[in-house]
């Protein structure tokens, strides 16, 4: 690993854990406002079919998988080559002086050129790179702020839907919810009480 390459993993080293925290957190608040959303559906009545359960998982699910792999995508942004590329397109650095330090030296080239080159850069990157990468920070610190929000949104929503008792905890019993959906018939009784002895729809 060159001179170069380590200073850039050590300046995207925050960026690339302040993401990784704000998609875990829009991952997990998304999942949490859906199950919340469908629970409160189901006790408001809007909802009555029995696999309605399973469906809020399986959404909740697609909705974490896409999270997994826009995170992917996102971080392999912050990778050396990608950062030294993008510092290079915002004019911080003149074209090639990061990136050709990052590929395989040309054939005759001096290694003693070479290793002043990159000593220089990773001077350089670590005088001034915070600076170059603030347009980098400030859209990690926006997508952190969006993931606090999404991850507080998810909370309220699915705790005051009542998960724990009551009809939501329905939540909790995926298997119940399968065995109700494939019964053959589903008895609901018109009174919930009834005085003994007396007949009853």
Do not use: K
């Amino acid at each position: 690993m060159t001179a170069t390459e380590h200073s850039l993993r050590d300046l995207t080293r925050p960026l690339r854990s302040r993401t990784r925290l704000a998609w875990t957190a829009i991952g997990v608040g998304a999942a949490a406002l859906v199950l919340g959303i469908v629970a409160w559906l189901f006790r408001l009545g809007w909802v009555t079919v029995p696999y309605w359960v399973l469906a809020a998982w399986a959404v909740a699910g697609v909705i974490l998988v896409a999270v997994v792999w826009l995170a992917w995508d996102h971080n392999r942004r912050l990778t050396a080559p990608r950062v030294a590329r993008n510092l290079e397109d915002l004019g911080a650095w003149r074209r090639g002086a990061l990136t050709s330090l990052l590929d395989s030296p040309a054939p005759n080239t001096s290694r003693a050129l070479l290793q002043l080159a990159d000593r220089a850069q990773a001077a350089e990157l670590q005088a001034r790179g915070t600076v170059a990468l603030e347009p980098l920070a400030r859209a990690a610190r926006l997508l952190l702020l969006g993931g606090a929000a999404c991850l507080l949104l998810g909370i309220l929503a699915f705790t005051s839907a009542g998960p724990v008792r009551g009809a939501a905890s329905a939540l909790w019993h995926p298997h119940r919810a399968w065995e109700a959906t494939v019964a053959p018939v589903r008895l609901r009784a018109a009174r919930e009480t009834v005085d003994r002895g007396q007949p009853v729809e």
